[in-house]
Each structure stands twice: as C-alpha cells, then as structure tokens.
C-alpha cells in the first residue's frame, strides 16, 4: 500500500481508507514528531503540527510504515509505538526500502 502511495498510484486518502486510520495535527512536545495507535480497531495517527511540510509529510509515512508492518498488535497493552526504538527502526528502514 505505502509502496503504491510513493509511486503515485494512489493517493493518501485512499491509504488511510484502506487502513482506517485518522490523521491529526497536534503541537507535540519538541523531539517527537509523530505517534500511532490502535483504539477500537482505529489506527490514530498523531502528527506534530509545529514540523515543517516536509517533516509532517515524513512522518506520515513512517506511521504508515508501522500501520503497514502490523507493529500496533504484536504489543498486547502498550498501545503506544513510537518509543520502542526497535521498531522505530524498522519502520524506518522499510520506507528506505520502499523509496530505492
Ligand atoms: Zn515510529
């Protein structure tokens, strides 16, 4: 899906539709750009609005990238991803992968 939103081939509302996720725009404490969660089968994707368009734009993607690599349901009570760095990592390197 992200593969797809990277070549232009579909589009970013078709991606959150796709996986029922909703985009909002915070003032996040400086030093964290983004974070998702899963609340009632809802992928929740929290952008920190003071980033440049470009950043939020990153960021989007590499919320997307945990969305995508289904990080949100292998932590059974932490509903939070964005702070465990192994992840944070992968997430990372899979957009990287996507983009070469
Ligand atoms: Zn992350």
Redesign the pocket.
Known sequence: MLKELLEGEISQKEVLNYYNANVTYLPLMEGVNGLVFNYKDINNIIINKNLSYYKRRKTLL??LA?IELNQLCQRDKDLF??HIQE??DE?DRYIKYLLN
């Open positions: 590499h919320e945990h991803a964005f992840y944070e997430a």
